[in-house]
């Protein structure tokens, strides 16, 4: 069985020691326009369909520097047996309700990916 693609990249963020005062920057240098933001520990801006990001590093875990890429895809169905067959790691499931779901690998040089998959939506 073969991988199946992503869909889009959903977020790309920077794992930051203090992402309130890197908003100032991306903010006011850059101009970036805040489309979502969870106190001082993330910060997201819409950037050309996609999103960037500014995370605190307890938000940004497994992470611990860099950046980070964040991929939709639709289910994980497979994901963890692909990861390990091409010499990369899961690092875990994060449930985040009805938000969706994040599944952390590392590749074979050891940086951070993370698959997003949406929650179900809910019947009205």
Known sequence: MGAVAPKRLQNVYLVAENPAALHAFYSQALGLQLKFQDGERWFQYGVGGGNVS???????????????????????????????????????????????????????????????????AQAA
């Not at 940004?60 to 939709?72: H, N, Q």
């Not at 994980?76 to 309700?97: N, P, S, Y």
């Open 54 to 120: 500014l995370a605190c590093r307890e938000e940004a875990a497994p992470a611990t520097a860099g950046a980070v890429l964040v991929f939709e895809v639709d289910d994980f169905d497979g994901a963890e047996q692909r990861i390990a067959a091409a010499g990369g790691a899961g690092l875990g499931l994060r449930d985040m309700g009805s938000h969706g779901a994040v599944l952390s690998l590392r590749d074979p040089e050891g940086h951070v990916v993370q698959l997003f998959r949406r929650a179900p």
